[in-house]
């Protein structure tokens, strides 16, 4: 797959005990992992799925927007 080109959320959860990492720019794009790279390692299989997953059902995938600003 090629580099990451969407914003990525990534944060510890307790409750979860594992990293969890959101994709903001691609609704229900999740992953998680016991350390920070095996998280990265997942949210890239995830995204790459996410994308085959939006092609064969016709869906629009957005292009990544970079460095989101909220305000």
């Given at each position: 797959m090629n580099e990451i080109r969407y914003e990525l959320i990534i944060y510890w959860s307790d409750v979860d005990q594992a990293f969890i990492v959101e994709v903001?720019?691609?609704s229900g794009c999740k992953a998680d992992?016991?350390?920070y790279e095996e998280a990265i390692?997942?949210?890239k299989l995830v995204i790459q799925?996410?994308?085959e997953t939006a092609?064969?059902?016709g869906r629009?995938?957005?292009k990544p927007?970079?460095?989101l600003m909220f305000a």
């Open positions: 903001p720019e691609l992992g016991e350390t390692i997942n949210i799925e996410w994308i092609r064969s059902l629009e995938i957005p927007k970079g460095k």
